[in-house]
Structures are given as C-alpha cells and as structure tokens.
T-cell receptor
Framework: EDQVTQSPEALRLQEGESSSLNCSYTVSGLRGLFWYRQDPGKGPEFLFTLYSAGEEKEKERLKATLTKKESFLHITAPKPEDSATYLCAVQGKEGGKLIFGQGTELSVKP | DGGITQSPKYLFRKEGQNVTLSCEQNLNHDAMYWYRQDPGQGLRLIYYSQIVNDFQKGDIAEGYSVSREKKESFPLTVTSAQKNPTAFYLC??????????FGDGTRLSIL
C-alpha cells in the first residue's frame, strides 16, 4: 500500500536557524514526489516536483532532495514568513491520485 | 489567470440535509480530486476523476457522492449518511501525471 510519513509533526525555529523536514514514502513505482506549502485557511500551494533519486530543486530559501525512500525539504536561514504547514505527496505509476503525508507545521520566530 | 474556484468558502449543514460543494477549474486539466482535511491529519482522498463521465472512490468515499458531467466541473455532495462531515474540503486538478493545483477550500460545519 502506498504510504507517506512526514516528520517532525511540528518544528519551531528561530529566524536564521536552518533545518530540514523529512518525507518518507513507499510507493509502487514513483511517478513524482510533490512538496506543497499550506497557509491557514488556504489550499496547498505547489513548491516542487521531484521525479528520480538524486534530483534536487531550489527556490529561494528552500531546497528539496530525493532518494529512493525519502525526500528532504531543507530550509536555509528561514524568515517568519516561511511559517506554514509543509505537505509532501507522492504519485504512483498505477494511478493519478496523490497520496499525502500529514504535514509538518513550521513556525519561525523573529 | 487559470485556477480552481471552490464555493462557498463556508457552509453549514442541518441534520438530515444533503449539501453540495462546487469546484470549477479553467486549467483544462483532465483529472480532478476531492480531499478532506481534518486537524492534525493529512489530506484524505474522497473521490477522483481522470476523465469526464468517470470517477473512482478514494479512501473515504462513504457518505459522499460526485458527478463529472463537464471537464471543468466536479461537484461534491455531502449526504446525510456522512455522520461526521465537519472538515475542510479541498478540490484539486492535474494534467495526467502532473502537479496537483488546489482551490482555497470550503469549510463545512454542522448547525
């Protein structure tokens, strides 16, 4: 059964304190792994897609990496505006549906 | 600008009542999805459709129904059989095998 687990559930950082969020997955043939940012009361906003092990994508202070079993979202020198819930999802080759993890709630204090 | 529109933003259901949540997209995407989000839980798939006039049950389809008569539209009905409907409902769409784009959700509560 396809499954996604994110850790930690919540992360509190000081502004400028770099850290990483983890997304572990099991899927029968990975079509793609997706990272989203979700602000309270809003729908998830797409950040990155990763397709194969070894791939990396960057956007401002965020960098996503992928191995055969997990993905990391590295946050370098975060700012308070980076506070949000970060969601990871996988899409298997068998069907088009996205399987989501439970998310990591990030809080960055000034 | 292309996107997904969900309405209403807030919805209240009375006992024994069916309610319908609207989802419209102008991205020309084939696939559309409905997710439910509860506090502390990830998004759980209710129904999805990969083509017009066809849809499949997700992981928590009981008490819900959908239709896909047009490519642009994928309404979700929360029936009276759904005993715990209070949640944040998210609609998404994607091109085949592509990124999911989300609407801004409908928050459903019980009166």
């Amino acid at each position: 059964e396809d499954q996604v687990t994110q850790s930690p559930e919540a992360l509190r950082l000081q502004e400028g304190e770099s850290s990483s969020l983890n997304c572990s997955y099991t899927v029968s043939g990975l079509r793609g792994l997706f990272w989203y940012r979700q602000d309270p009361g809003k729908g998830p906003e797409f950040l990155f897609t990763l397709y194969s092990a070894g791939e990396e994508k960057e956007k401002e202070r965020l960098k996503a990496t992928l191995t055969k079993k997990e993905s990391f979202l590295h946050i370098t020198a975060p700012k308070p505006e980076d506070s949000a819930t970060y969601l990871c999802a996988v899409q298997g080759k068998e069907g088009g549906k996205l399987i989501f993890g439970q998310g990591t709630e990030l809080s960055v204090k000034p | 600008d292309g996107g997904i529109t969900q309405s209403p933003k807030y919805l209240f259901r009375k006992e024994g009542q069916n309610v319908t949540l609207s989802c419209e997209q102008n991205l020309n995407h084939d696939a559309m999805y409905w997710y439910r989000q509860d506090p502390g839980q990830g998004l759980r798939l209710i129904y999805y459709s990969q083509i017009v006039n066809d849809f499949q049950k997700g992981d928590i389809a009981e008490g819900y129904s959908v239709s896909r008569e047009k490519k642009e539209s994928f309404p979700l009905t929360v029936t009276s059989a759904q005993k715990n409907p209070t949640a944040f409902y998210l609609c998404a769409s994607s091109a085949h095998g592509g990124v999911g784009h989300f609407g801004d959700g409908t928050r459903l509560s019980i009166l």
